[in-house]
């Protein structure tokens, strides 16, 4: 059997690129390793970024994908229990984003392409990928009955996560990769807790903490702690005590938790993001720390970019745009790295002095105050909140 675009993975970067490729009206078929339920279940991202959001809107799929969820207008930075908050929506001209469980989004960007009909197909085993340098690549999988199946294709989208097959597929030495260990680990449950008022992120002595919103009854916590450590470190009393001290909120109620886990917090780029005929998007070609919220917002970005230039490439046989996907994303990649990289430091060095010295920690408390005393140093965080 043959079709146009194979994409291995239905994950964000996947579930958004098989939809706008229906909607670009190139035929593709998705091969997922898991079952329909565990993609539907994974609970990980929350936010939405405005660039993201503008995605959406412009393929005419937010009535559908953004209906009834929250916009992110202010932040809260609490310091020393003491509250900040910065006008998101004023700051960034109204650029905000949704903050949106990636549970819902993966459930309704399933349900929008199944509805229309589209190809999805769960419990491929041992997908892998044939001739991607060629002009005819394909790929092989394993259905649910066992049997080994084929598909041809002029192009392949490795979507597969960090750890999928695709990056796999590609030779070591066409490819350039750049990690970067961030020193610090970060603690993480799911918990059944009313969500803040406004996403919010703490600095004190006591290390650093935050909380977002995952829908109307639940949140999720990040607590620095030390890398490597073991969630069996962490009591329910210890997860509450040390919410309840980093927070400044002797108030904070205790809920059930649904996922403890410490957080990897360590970056991964690989360049270029295509080998041949296969491109590359989202996790499997770039992690990125939890902060700032951009793995999901980079994974969507790399959709649309892939998206225009199929179109492009498979009605009007203009390859421009695939020549030009590689270095138009890892652009974005970067600059999203970077951020990332400038709040740790900020909010992780200007709370705890141990972690970098007495010198930097009054550096990173005074890059922290600025963002209080100067409009354009605030407008330059929320333009990056914004994506783009
Ligand atoms: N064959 C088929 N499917 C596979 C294979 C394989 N060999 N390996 C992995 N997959 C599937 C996974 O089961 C998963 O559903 O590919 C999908 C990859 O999804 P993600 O790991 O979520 O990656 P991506 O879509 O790039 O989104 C990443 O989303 O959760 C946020 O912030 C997070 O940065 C992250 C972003």
Known sequence: EATTVVVIGAGPAGLTLANLLRLAGVGCVVLERHSRA????????????????????????????????PGDGSLEIR??????????????????????????????????????????RFAAGDVALHDIAGPEPKV???DPD?????????????CDG????????????????????????????????PPPRHP????????????????????RFYLQCDPGADPAQ???????????????????????????TVVDMRSFVADPMRHGRLFLAGDAAHIITPMGGKGMNLAIA????????????????????????????LDRVWNHQEYSRWLTEMTHEAGDESLAGPFRHRLARARLERLFTSEAAARALVDLMAGG
């Open 38 to 69: 565990y993609v539907e279940g994974r609970q990980r991202a929350g936010v939405l970024d405005y660039h993201g959001a503008q995605i959406f809107e412009k393929w005419g799929l937010a009535g559908q994908i953004l209906a009834g969820m």
């Open 302 to 329: 790399d959709a649309d970019v892939l998206a225009h230039a199929l179109r492009a490439a498979v009605h009007d046989g203009d390859e421009t745009g695939l020549a030009a996907y590689s270095t138009t994303c």
């Open 234 to 260: 962490w009591s329910e009393e210890r997860v509450w005590t040390q919410l309840r001290l980093r927070l400044g909120d002797e108030e904070l109620p205790a809920g059930a938790i649904t996922d403890k």
């Open 79 to 120: 310091v020393d229990g003491r509250s900040r908050l910065l006008d998101v929506a004023a700051l960034s001209g109204g650029r905000t984003g949704a903050l949106i469980p990636q549970q819902i989004l993966i459930g309704r960007l399933l349900a929008a392409h199944l509805e229309a009909g589209a190809d999805v």
């Open 162 to 193: 960090q750890h999928g097959v695709s990056r796999a597929a590609v030779p070591a030495d066409a490819l350039t990769t750049y990690t970067y260990d961030h020193g610090i680990g970060w603690f993480t449950i799911l918990a059944d807790v």
């Open 140 to 142: 092989t999988y394993r």
């Open 146 to 158: 066992g049997v080994l199946r084929e598909i041809g294709c002029a192009y392949i989208a490795g």
């Open 200 to 219: 919010l992120m703490a600095i004190s002595s006591h290390g650093f903490a935050a909380h977002f919103a995952r829908g109307p009854k639940a949140s």
